[in-house]
């Protein structure tokens, strides 16, 4: 491959996922600036390493590398005891106690959410963005993160959980904000 | 399948990431279980919730930009070391190159030598291009004979001194062949003798000079060239070169005659 043809294919096959590379990069640091820096040292870093890419799941292999590039940036920027906290999402989160009878309606207020997500441990919040705003696969999604589908199933269906007792009571979930 | 499994599965059925079978069992569940069902509803409207495009984080498009522009600056610095890498391979190639110049020479070498060999005249063809040339000469006025007789025993002796062989000279005269003289030419790089014989106003030159492989005695080769005829052979010690313009039969029969002197 000439260095024309692979420029030629990285901008048919990756470019086009800028989009969703910002949009994790984003969710993953909450913070614009970061996640710029992020996507563009993922870019340079897919675009480098992309005679590994195999022509399939172009999205997936990307934002596999933006993952671990946001990571890294975290882990570079806060303190081993933010760390801690990053890790410590593989455990199960505090969760609102489940009470499907009495949570009838949950908050679709955007801004709700909005928060809502923020406040979900990474690890799920990533599945959570990965499925339902990127709509990849349960397949894809175990490729991106680096964990058996079994994971990205369970991992999905618990962040849901959470994200809907949250939004199910939305005013103890929501407790900073002024109401 | 009680709520347990079913709640397990729900987030998979949902994403219709399950098999027929499982699919099945949970899709009988929710049939039967109200609870269940009102978490299908709530996962419903979160999802919904979740694909709301404002909660998307869109890079602006001067970000995408940039990003372009990034790589495919990126894509410059590496064709750098691969130009580099390229000269080397083109160095690499230059040993090719040159021996493949070096064998195309040899080959057009060669093939030329071949070529021009094959182009080349023969040593015969060269000769019997000088005996033509030098018959028609011989025919300008004043050049034909330097020794005007029709007396053997007055040209013979007549190349004593002048040629470092001692030409034979027959008398054909009574076979009807006139010798009328003999002249000195030059022909195969070397002095030679010419005699001139004729037959109805047709001169005849005999070219002849001592044989360098005198135990070849060959047969008479004809040639036709600008409508005169040109006779060879090697006698036993004498290489014979007859021009003529006499017709071949003719020709041939003043050969038989010489040789058969």
Not at chain 1, 13 to 32: D, E
Not at chain 2, 76 to 86: D, M, N
Request: contains cysteine.
């Amino acid at each position: 491959m000439t260095s024309q043809e692979k420029l030629c294919s990285f901008e048919e096959n990756i470019s086009p996922h800028l989009k969703s590379a910002y949009n994790l990069a984003k969710w993953m640091t909450h913070s614009h600036e970061d996640a710029e820096d992020v996507v563009q040292e993922a870019f340079l870093r897919a675009f480098a390493a992309f005679e590994t890419f195999r022509g399939e799941q172009g999205k997936a292999w990307l934002l596999a590398i933006v993952r671990n590039t946001a990571l890294t940036l975290l882990k570079r920027k806060y303190n081993s005891t933010d760390m801690a906290h990053i890790e410590e999402t593989s455990e199960d989160p505090i969760e609102p106690s489940p009470d499907p009878e009495e949570s009838v309606i949950i908050s679709r207020d955007r801004e709700h959410v909005r928060h809502a997500l923020q406040q979900l441990p990474s690890d799920f919040r990533e599945a959570v963005i990965l499925r339902e705003m990127e709509g990849l696969s349960y397949k894809e999604i175990a490729s991106t993160i680096g964990v058996p589908i079994g994971t990205v199933m369970s991992r999905l269906s618990r962040g849901r959980d959470w994200l809907t007792r949250i939004l199910s009571n939305p005013v103890s979930s929501v407790k900073e904000e002024p109401v | 399948m009680n709520c347990n499994d079913s709640r397990i599965y729900l987030a998979a059925y949902f994403d219709d990431e399950l098999d027929v079978g499982q699919s099945l069992r949970v899709h009988q569940h929710l049939a039967a279980c109200p609870d269940c069902r009102h978490v299908q509803r709530e996962q419903l409207v979160l999802r919904s919730a979740l694909r709301d495009s404002a909660l998307y984080a869109h890079p602006s498009a001067e970000f995408s930009t940039r990003i372009e522009a990034a790589v495919r600056r990126a894509a410059r610095i590496e064709v750098r070391p691969r130009r580099a890498s390229w000269f080397g391979s083109f160095r690499f190639d230059s040993l090719r190159w040159s021996l493949a110049v070096a064998a195309l020479l040899a080959i057009t070498t060669i093939g030329s030598f071949l070529i021009i060999n094959g182009l080349r005249p023969s040593h015969e063809q060269i000769i019997s291009t000088a005996v033509l040339e030098s018959h028609i000469r011989s025919l300008q006025p004043g050049h034909l004979i330097d020794v005007p007789s029709s007396d053997r025993h007055t040209v013979k002796p007549w190349f004593q001194g002048k040629l470092d062989f001692s030409p034979p000279v027959p008398d054909l005269s009574e076979l009807g062949w006139t010798l009328i003289g003999g002249r000195l030419d030059y022909v195969d790089g070397r002095p030679v003798a010419a005699l001139v014989y004729q037959r109805r106003k047709h001169e005849i030159n005999v070219f002849l000079w001592p044989s360098r492989n005198s135990t070849l005695s060959g047969s008479v080769k004809q040639e036709n060239a600008q409508g005169y005829q040109i006779l060879h052979w090697n006698g036993a010690e004498t290489t014979y070169w007859v021009a003529s313009d006499l017709n071949n039969a003719e020709l041939l029969d003043f050969a038989r005659a010489l040789r058969g002197h």
